[in-house]
């Protein structure tokens, strides 16, 4: 086997991730409206337990819906967000493989330390060999070009000369 991977540095992943924020912040928008017209109609009627209850509801599912986004769209066959599959990226294993649900969940809360450094566990995908965040090295993934594969090296064809 050929190694062939091409990391993506943190530029890149940084574009994948505007997009991922886009899209869930518009997705979030509409849902948050909706609660937020619940909870507001919840108030003028004097229901003030029950607005609260649909507040902390609402906080929970968004916490869970993000969470969900970016622990299972790793191991669907994009192999990443949909950020990260329109910029042409995959996330993998150490072997180039799929992640499986649990290491795709220990990068999603490895993602937390990241952030937390001042996001500097971010930053360091622009400066490690292997263009890996601190999330990435704690849960071991890599994050590739869609194009670079593992994969045999080509097939030298013997032509005769005509």
Request: no cysteine; aromatic share 12%.
């Amino acid at each position: 086997m050929v190694n062939q991977q091409q990391y993506a540095g943190f530029w890149i992943r940084f574009a994948a991730y505007l997009i991922d924020s886009f899209i869930l912040s518009f997705g979030m928008g509409i849902f948050v409206f909706l609660f937020t017209m619940s909870i507001t109609l919840l108030i003028e009627t004097g229901n003030d337990a029950a607005a609260i209850g649909f507040m902390i509801i609402m906080y929970i599912l968004i916490t869970g819906l993000s969470l969900a986004y970016y622990i299972l769209m790793p191991v669907t066959v994009w192999q990443g967000t949909i950020g990260k599959k329109l910029i042409g990226l995959k996330i993998v294993d150490a072997d180039g493989n799929k992640l499986t649900i649990g290491r795709s969940a220990g990068r999603t809360f490895s993602m937390m330390i990241s952030g937390m450094t001042m996001y500097i566990g971010y930053i360091m995908a622009g400066f490690t060999d292997r263009k890996q965040a601190l999330h990435d090295m704690i849960a071991k993934t890599y994050v590739i070009q869609r194009q670079s594969e593992w994969q045999a090296a080509p097939i030298q064809e013997n032509r005769p000369l005509t």
